[in-house]
């Protein structure tokens, strides 16, 4: 849990109030206020608390026993605190080096001391062909202490001597005599001016965003025509701004696709499960539906999915309310029928757009118009489906 003095000023950032009308409203003098802030002095944890109370109540426009913005705001950033391995980039780009060649790559939500996109494409620079490297970063490195401001890291050489397989250490060394990070005006959002003005420069995103802010990366980068390669969760999928890239083949899913595990802040609390700490005392958590989503080119997607399965209307149930079946494996997709058929999001995994074509979705009743339908079978609820046709089947719908 963060101290409570960094829990005063996150309720005072989340009111949005200079700190001299936040002191006014709560009544607190200016100068105490500020003491708390800059931790020179700590306040009680009941005016915390009650402050946390208030402020809660304030934005649900009535008083609610037990609200709070503090505990909403901690879930929220334990969801979007997942620092990737460098063994997982890795893993990932190596599919797509010739893309790289001659490109200026753009990691904008990547702390340049501290994220392992920097440090990977610092490493593999002269390896890839590299043009340019730019990382933006959005917080304060704890490391050399640029305060307040984003920063970012601009490269457009690195010497020889350093490779994949230099340590660490030696990367630092090299940042810090070469000076090549700067202060950014302001907060390094990548969705503010000045960003985006670096992302218009730029040719390829690679990065693992907040996954509350993926769906306005994606877009902000489709928007400008940029490449991409960035991690997210699958639920992301089927949200509106995601799904139309999908089915329109503006976007692909890359090649790693369930299991990824990820480094956690220290103040990380325990879970049951998909988190462990390791003997270095790093806290770890892991997602079973982590992905790469990207638009280049990727050798997997032109791959012809081999079907052995022939439809047989026993076997096949159609849905309630929809003319398609449901198929709950992608190893039983038939390969006779030529009708609509509802897969597992996992079948996108195998999607090669030569063969299939994607015509929706079928989920649980969002607001999405591309979702199609509610997926019963009999009245039982299914798993969210993508609903596809097979362009080369050789049978017909029944
Ligand atoms: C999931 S973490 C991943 C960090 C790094 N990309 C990695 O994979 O290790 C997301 C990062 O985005 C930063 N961030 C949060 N909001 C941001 C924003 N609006 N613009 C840019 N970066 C942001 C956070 O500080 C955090 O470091």
Known sequence: MATINAQIRELRKVSGLSQTTFAEKFEIPTSTLQDWEHNRRTPP????????????????????????????AKSAKDNDEFYTTYETIEKEVSHYTAAFRNKIVLCNCDDPYESNFPKFFIKN???????????????????????????????DNVPKTIGSTSEDGEIYEFLKKNNSVKRLEGNGD?????????????????????????RELISLVTEYNKQFLVIGNQNAITYKEIFPLIQENKAWIGYQFGDMSFKVPQDSEPR?????????????????NAMWLTNIDIKRRHRKLDLCKCCDAKAYRKYDEYDAIEVSKVADIPLDYSGIMGVPITFLNKYNPEQFEII??????SDNSF?????????????KRILIRNKMAMGSAY
């Open 45 to 72: 944890s009941y005016v915390v608390s009650m402050i946390d109370k208030l402020l809660a109540s304030e934005k649900a426009d009535k008083p609610v026993i037990g609200n709070s913005i503090l505990n909403k």
């Open 125 to 155: 620079f002269n390896a890839l062909g590299i043009k340019k490297l730019v990382c933006t970063s959005y917080m304060p490195s704890e490391k050399f202490s640029l305060v307040s401001n984003g920063y970012v890291l601009m490269l």
């Open 190 to 214: 990548f969705r503010s001016d000045e960003c985006v003005g670096i992302l218009k420069e730029s040719d390829i995103v690679v990065t693992n965003p907040p996954f509350s802010l993926f």
């Open 272 to 288: 049951e499960t998909r988190f462990w700490i390791d003997e270095t005392g790093q806290k770890w958590r892991s997602l079973g």
């Open 360 to 365: 929706g979705e079928a989920n649980h009743g």
């Open 371 to 383: 979702d199609l339908f509610k997926p019963t079978v009999d009245g039982k609820l299914k798993f």
